[in-house]
């Protein structure tokens, strides 16, 4: 079936770690993918997006995301996380020739300091 | 910035009760969006709206209504609340539709149905 995974359900860090989360969906033609992240008691923020061309994305707060077609991938990544990025991260897709953003289910990201 | 504001943070029902919950955006956006957000469910498109008076189904709109008479108003009825419809219930708008300009999400509304 046609989806959007985000394996991880829960992800701990220290302050000052990278971090990788992980995004997976299984479309045929590569779809349209973004990061939101929702901060407590917040709505969700765009971080950043893919639409084609250069499949490293940078985005805000320091976050940035690579597409790789051959793992169906769009991890997202930053080299240092900082106590105020704990939040829930959701990865969305757009599949092609639709206007139906899906989004996957979600990874609550804690960090310790 | 834009900014979209739904009117409740919290709200406790009755089974039975029908259920109001109120959106508006500042920007002008053409498109509006109901979701619900539940653990380890994601967010599910309830209803979406893409001009005044316009309405679309989204994935689970079994016991959902909207109304959008304004442009910048779009709200979320349930006609008869029930226990299962206990959720965090998400309001957006965007620009152009769903995928061509990032979605602008209000803080939420945490409803209890008792």
């Known amino acids: 079936a046609q989806s959007v995974t985000q394996p991880d359900i829960h992800i701990t860090v220290s302050e000052g770690a990278s971090l990788e989360l992980r995004c997976n969906y299984s479309?045929?033609?590569?779809?349209?993918l973004f990061w939101y992240v929702q901060s407590p008691g917040q709505g969700l923020q765009l971080l950043l997006k893919?639409?084609?061309?250069?499949?490293l994305v940078q985005g805000i707060k320091g976050f940035e995301a690579e597409f790789k077609r051959s793992q169906s991938s769009f991890n997202l990544r930053k080299p240092s996380v900082h106590w105020s990025d704990a939040a829930e991260y959701f990865c969305?897709?757009?599949?092609?020739?639709?206007?139906?953003?899906?989004f996957g289910t979600g990874t609550r990201l804690q960090v310790f300091p | 910035d834009v900014k979209v504001t739904q009117s409740s943070r919290y709200l406790v029902k009755r089974t039975g009760e029908k259920v109001f919950l109120e959106c508006v955006q500042d920007?002008?956006?053409?498109?509006m969006f109901w979701y619900r957000q539940d653990p380890g469910l994601g967010l599910r498109l309830i209803y979406f709206?893409?001009?005044?008076?316009?309405?679309e189904k989204g994935d689970i709109p079994e016991g959902y209504s909207v109304s959008r008479e304004k442009k910048e108003r779009f709200s979320l009825i349930l006609e008869s609340a029930s226990t299962n419809q206990t959720s965090m219930y998400l309001c957006?708008?965007?620009?152009?539709?769903?995928?061509?300009?990032?979605?602008?999400f209000g803080n939420g509304t945490r409803l209890t149905v008792t």
């Open positions: 969305a897709v757009v599949p092609h020739n639709t206007d139906k953003l899906i």
């Open positions: 893919y639409f084609s061309g250069d499949t």
């Open positions: 957006a708008s965007s620009f152009e539709f769903q995928g061509e300009s990032p979605l602008h």
């Open positions: 920007m002008d956006h053409e498109n």
């Open positions: 479309y045929g033609a590569t779809p349209y």
């Open positions: 709206s893409y001009d005044v008076k316009m309405k």
